[in-house]
């Protein structure tokens, strides 16, 4: 009988990492017709030390239980946050992991995660070098941030930027309609990585003129600078849509959802309140143009919309989980699969597995060559990028 | 020739009050084939008083247009939240506008709104009474918060009914993710009914357990009640999910939201900073319980969510419109459309025509009876209710 798989789920819930989690199940039952258990740890690393496992095998072996988990969103398993210690400082921990490893007759171990859940990857094939192990320690990539290295995206990004980019079009729509002055300003995920803040660019077409102004975090944002384009906006249309990555930070470092955390700030319970960027930008626009305006967050929906995910998105992250477990069972460990872009339209990816020390705690931001500082939008090949991984057209809509 | 078609929309966007426009050109379009005219008013009656008048027979005559626009979120001939005056007090404005009238050789006019725009349609069509005019005036039902008198519901209310269950099941699920206590609360929009907060609960089924606690504005909130609430539900459970209306209220009358908005609470720019019911209990709940939590507002998108809009809703718009152009060529004015509920099962609407006079500025809100203050939810019956409007069951989650 061949040694047996496990699978955890890791970091921020996307609407795509449960498709991971199939990809690995399916194929990992393709494979293991010999009897071997396919495990799942509830809860990432934290629920393995403290020995909650579960059996996936009969519950997944219905391809329509694995189809509905493919498009069901946060985690099925459980997530956590925790990050392994150094091995060196404490071995005993990892003392106690490898002997539950070994408990349960474990092979192959896999791991859905962004970059801490890779350094989690990381130290356990490095960890495994050192006692001799022969378990294979797999990483497969989700983030709706898209800033892992060496892939060229990463599973769940596609489905958020989808989310972005319709709902975009909806709130810019929404934003025509009176005839009176107005700001709208939509606050998106993505604290240094501005990959989510610049598929709101998406949302323009012959029937959108997408937003006004968009700011990511990648370049110092400027108060100044920006009340004066609002203003300048302001006289040529009645409407002015904002995008902006909650990320966004001014020339000295400090971020502007900081600027109005101040002590003296608390509310009438004590408590100080902490506003976004946008409810921020709302304030001083307020304030400086008398304007009106409305700060809209896309909050926790942009991660887990698996309502409107991309259908990219889920095949690319059950493909991502099945790839691992083919290269596990081909003798690889310590990697991570990215995804990769065929060079030629119409867009067509691959899979293959990357040396993990190159991805685990690193992170990707969006090229300075794909921003354009000067109109405060992206470039077309942000667009390029970006359009095929939300798979399809947006819904259309009917302009007078 | 016949006498010319007129319509507008007014009042806050929709999903679908475009399917109502839709409704209202198709059928004047079916009707009118001896040549007369089918106009749009720009931005409501303000719009039409300034003359910004557009002709949508030409635009909308090929079926594939109407249909794109059933489907378009927003409102395609823009808005207004203009009260017409008290005609006796300022008839001059009357007079202009069915000088207008007249110019445009108008018969039918068609209003498609709220609570404020069937004042519109009653002030309308009182004074042409007292000057012996003819015209009709048809006022079609629009509003997310469901609380215009004598209809069943309102058509745009299932759509937005739809997108709150499916995102607040969405939300559920990332709530259920990770190992530690945290109360996420999603603050829902309807300032004094609570049909659309109460449409939370339309999430539960067998794979979502539902908001743990639901607060309409219909009955006064009460803060020490809902901080026990929430303790003694972290006793049994990490995660704790709460949706409220914008609208909750204290015994005393004073809206939630409004107590962190005293004037000390300035932020760094000396502006005031308005927080939600949901901040403000976040806040609440901190300071109280040392509690985890995150407040999510659903804000815009959920009135303009055409990408998940209720087919059932599209549907009951379209209708609606042309039941107004029925009744209009019917020889009716001064009346509202309504929609009727079959008393039987399974679920099935009809349309009718009510004296505005029941409608104008009167609001419906939840009945007390379908409150279950009690467990902080909704009744069956309210869910019955609602379950119907919503057009067809949610997407399905996996559940390990």
Redesign the interface.
């Known amino acids: 009988m061949g040694k047996n798989f496990i699978v955890g789920?890791s970091g921020g819930?996307t609407a795509v990492i449960?498709a991971s989690l199939a990809g690995v199940v399916s194929s990992a039952l393709d494979i293991c017709s010999d009897g071997a258990k396919i495990y799942?740890m509830r809860?990432g690393i934290?629920?393995f030390a403290d020995g909650d496992i579960?059996e996936l095998g009969p519950?997944l072996s219905d391809p329509a239980?694995s189809e509905?988990?493919k498009?069901?969103?946060?985690?099925?398993?459980?997530?956590?946050?925790r990050r392994l210690p150094d091995p060196q400082k404490q071995p005993d921990v990892f003392e106690a992991l490898f002997a539950r490893l070994r408990q349960l007759d474990i092979g192959y171990f896999f791991y859905i995660g962004g970059n801490d859940s890779m350094d989690t990857i990381q130290k356990l094939s490095d960890y495994a070098q050192t006692v001799d192990s022969v378990i294979r320690f797999i990483g497969i990539p989700k983030t709706i941030d898209n800033d892992l290295a060496l892939t060229d995206h990463t599973p769940g990004y596609g489905s958020a930027a989808r989310y972005i980019a319709?709902?975009m079009k909806?709130?810019i729509?929404?934003s025509?309609?009176?005839?009176e002055k107005r700001v709208?300003l939509v606050e998106i995920m993505g604290r240094n990585a501005g990959w989510l803040a610049g598929a709101a660019a998406l949302s323009a077409g012959t029937d959108c003129p997408g937003p006004d102004l968009l700011y990511l975090p990648e370049t110092p944002f400027d108060i100044d600078d920006f009340v004066a384009r609002v203003e300048a906006l302001q006289t040529k249309r009645k409407s002015v849509v904002v995008a902006l990555s909650e990320g966004i930070k001014l020339e000295d470092g400090r971020y502007v959802c900081e600027?109005?955390a101040?002590d003296e700030?608390?509310?009438?319970?004590?408590?100080r309140?902490l506003?976004g960027a946008a409810?921020?930008l709302c304030?001083?626009l307020?304030?400086r143009l008398g304007a009106k305006c409305?700060a809209?967050?896309?909050?926790?929906?942009q991660?887990?919309?698996?309502?409107?995910s991309s259908q990219t998105d889920v095949d690319e992250a059950f493909a991502a989980g099945k790839a691992g477990v083919e290269a596990a069972v081909a003798g690889k460990t310590g990697c991570m699969i990215v995804l990769t872009r065929d060079p030629d339209v119409p867009y067509r990816f691959g899979c293959s597995a990357a040396d993990i020390h190159g991805i685990a705690n690193a992170e990707k931001t969006v090229p300075l060559e794909w921003i354009d500082t000067e109109h405060a939008t992206v470039t077309p090949q942000f667009i390029e990028y970006a359009l095929p991984l939300i798979g399809g057209k947006?819904?259309?809509?009917?302009?007078?």
């Open positions: 789920q819930p449960n799942g809860h934290q629920g579960v519950r239980a509905l988990l498009h069901t969103p946060a985690a099925a398993l459980g997530s956590c946050r319709c709902v909806e709130l729509a929404d025509l309609v009176y005839e709208t600027l109005s101040s700030e608390a509310d009438v319970f004590g408590h309140q506003s409810a921020t304030s001083i307020k304030q409305r809209i967050e896309l909050s926790t929906m991660r887990c919309a698996a309502h409107i947006l819904p259309d809509h009917f302009v007078l």
